[in-house]
């Protein structure tokens, strides 16, 4: 069983930065596409963005160009560098693993976007 833990989530202002972090326990973090999805108050939970094992990457249309999703085999983690942040990016953050049928998540972080 894979464990995530999440980091990196605070209060910031509008048009500032945040980095998050998700460390992955287990082994079979280099196999697996690896994704950071948000829940805000009162709504569905929704994909940021996806890394793929080969590096491919996919984004909602709403974080393109203001968030990058990395990852790093060798430490088994990944990071969403968030730019440019806005109100609306204010969410419960998850990180989120999928090998095959096998779907784990992390607890969350909290990010807040003040105006």
């Known amino acids: 069983q894979v464990q995530l833990v999440e980091s ?15 460390a ?4 079979i973090f280099s196999d697996s596409t690896m994704g ?28 393109k160009g203001r968030f990058t999703i990395s990852r790093d085999n060798a430490k088994n983690t990944i990071s969403l560098q968030m730019n440019s942040l806005k109100p609306e990016d204010t969410a419960l953050y998850y990180c989120n693993l999928v ?9 969350g972080t909290q990010v807040t976007v003040s105006s």
């Open 8 to 22: 990196g989530g605070g209060l910031v202002q509008a048009g500032g930065s945040l980095r998050l972090s998700c």
């Open 24 to 27: 992955a326990s287990g082994s």
């Open 36 to 63: 950071w999805h948000r829940q805000a108050p009162g709504k569905q939970r929704e994909l940021v963005a996806t890394i793929t094992r080969f590096g491919n990457t996919n984004y909602a249309d709403s974080v």
């Open 99 to 107: 090998r095959g049928v096998y779907t784990s998540w992390g607890q």
